[in-house]
């Protein structure tokens, strides 16, 4: 297996794209999977009220459990509510729980509002205990620029957008990266796009070919050469709550996840 390094400084990569059903979610469990897999230690943090990133991890995350709302909006630490993903060693999740759908009205009238999870991030990341505890942190977004994505914004470093291979894929981008400019100019300088994954790539029409060309066009210093195939395997595994990373590790699928990811590590 080609080997990576661990990065300098931990990396926070806010996984984003405010259209649905695009490939988010699948993006960060199989990337965190992937760098977990090459022996990083990476945390993906759950803001989605929906949790699949929590279900695809196969972490518990029923009403009762801790979890990112209670960071949020209860001010708990991030550490307190971590759990370690049962198949892959070496990656740990921020679970989110139904709660969560409230937290979007809740955080409105909290002190702080937009900063709550940049703050727990640092907190953790600062802890004694904590101190070169994580080597990477993905933040799996909703699919809105509502407060919860903001505050994955606030706690990031690097915008990581999965782009998918159809029709309208760059419908909505340049929203996108207008609130990201407002988010650098207001609220945290250091945040930059950085990276673009392809997704649901179908070799087999021109119109992947053409979403593919048009994107390298536009942003050819963040798109990572690998491109993830549309793939069955990959839709299957979130229901057996796995990774492709574990369910089939040498799909189609999980491999390219893996080169996507090896690329990422490298352009630390
Ligand atoms: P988002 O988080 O952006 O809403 P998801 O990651 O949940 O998107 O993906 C939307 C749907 O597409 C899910 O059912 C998922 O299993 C499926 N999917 C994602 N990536 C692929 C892929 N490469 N091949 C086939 N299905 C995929
Ligand atoms: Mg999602």
Known sequence: ATEVS???????LTVANQKGGVGKTTTTVNIAA??????LRVLVVDIDPQGNASTALGIPHHAEVPSIYDV????????????????????????????LAGAEIELV?????????ARAVQQLMSDR??????????????????LLTV????AATEVFIPIQCEYYALEGLSQ??????????????ALSVSTILLTMY????????????????????????????????????????????TYDPTSSGALSYLEAATELARRA
């Open 6 to 12: 661990r990065p300098d400084r931990p990396r926070v």
């Open 34 to 39: 992937a760098l977990a897999a090459k022996g």
């Open 72 to 99: 949020l909006v209860e001010d708990r630490s991030l550490d307190s509510v971590l759990q370690e993903c049962p198949d892959v060693p070496g990656l740990w999740c921020a679970p989110a729980t139904i709660d």
């Open 109 to 117: 009238s909290l002190v702080a509002r937009e900063s709550r999870l």
């Open 129 to 146: 205990a904590g101190e070169d505890r994580f080597d990477y942190v993905l933040i799996d977004c909703p699919p809105s620029l509502g």
């Open 151 to 154: 505050n994955a914004f606030v």
């Open 176 to 189: 996108l990266l207008r609130n990201v400019d407002l988010i650098r100019k207001h609220l945290n300088p």
């Open 202 to 245: 179908d070799a087999r029409t021109r119109l992947s070919a053409q979403v593919a060309d048009e994107v390298r066009s536009h942003f050819p210093d963040q798109v990572l050469k690998a491109r993830i195939p549309r793939s069955v395997r990959i839709s299957e595994a979130p229901s057996h709550a796995q990774t492709v990373m």
